[in-house]
């Protein structure tokens, strides 16, 4: 069974720093892409980043482009995000995700699936 | 402001039929596949339905999924009140290089 565990969520002043990290089992981690999407309090699902799964090539939303940065430790089975320069809008559930996604003839097919049970954080003074 | 656009909430009474749509524009839905997904209250979102209308192994076939142009559509047969829940769709979007996301529709079984 495949199963995605994350934790290192918690409370963070603005300004700060937080690692994610999500424990992946159940499959072959170094053959997928994997993904974080975090969910506001009260709001939808917003596309945090993604990576390949040698970890070559990465992927960011323009909210935490620059601040945040996404890695795998494929010999732990581990994804990680690394958070900083952390700003109040930066609060919700983040989600880790195994991201299926083929291109073929310029159209892009993609889903997230499955999804692990989150980890929350809190930007707040 | 979401990319893609859901109603905000529907409602059907139990064994009844539902569609929730997700309207985008051809640089997301009108040339790319759509995907579901739903969130029951106090968990992790779940696919329901990928490649805009196949189902993944265990979804029963009460979900379905279609695609026209640059809308899409999600269907639910027979309604349970264990189907309670957000519904979201997601797609990919080749101007934003971006998976983007609807804002949700909150499903009442009444």
């Known amino acids: 069974e495949v199963q995605l565990l994350e934790s290192g969520g918690g409370l963070v002043q603005p300004g700060g720093s937080l690692r994610l990290s999500c424990a992946a089992s159940?499959?072959?981690?170094?053959?997928?892409?994997m993904s974080w999407v975090r969910q506001a309090p009260g709001k939808g699902l917003e596309w945090v980043s993604a990576?390949?799964?040698?970890?070559?090539?990465?992927y960011y939303a323009d909210s935490v482009k620059g601040r945040f940065t996404i890695s795998r430790d494929n010999s732990k089975n581990t994804l990680y995000l690394q958070m900083n320069s952390l700003r109040a809008e930066d609060t919700a559930v983040y989600y880790c995700?195994?991201?299926?996604?083929?291109?073929?003839?310029?159209?892009?097919?993609?889903?997230?699936?499955?999804w692990g049970q989150g980890t929350l954080v809190t930007v707040s003074s | 402001q979401s990319v893609l656009t859901q109603p905000p909430s529907v409602s059907a009474a139990p064994g009844q039929k539902v569609t929730i749509s997700c309207s985008g524009s051809?640089?997301?839905?009108?040339?790319?596949?759509v995907s579901w997904y739903q969130q029951l209250p106090g968990t992790a979102p779940k696919l329901l339905i990928y490649?805009?209308?196949k189902r993944p192994s265990g979804i029963p076939d009460r979900f379905s999924g279609s695609k026209s142009g640059t809308s899409a559509t999600l269907g639910i047969t027979g309604l349970q009140t264990g189907d309670e829940a957000d519904y979201y769709c997601?797609?990919?979007?080749?101007?934003?290089?971006?998976?983007?996301f609807g804002g949700g529709t909150q499903l009442t079984v009444l």
């Open positions: 490649e805009n209308n």
């Open positions: 051809s640089s997301n839905i009108g040339n790319n596949y």
């Open positions: 995700a195994k991201w299926e996604i083929t291109m073929v003839r310029g159209v892009i097919n993609h889903w997230f699936d499955p």
């Open positions: 997601g797609t990919w979007d080749s101007s934003l290089s971006d998976a983007v």
């Open positions: 990576i390949s799964g040698s970890g070559g090539s990465t």
């Open positions: 159940g499959f072959t981690f170094s053959s997928y892409a």
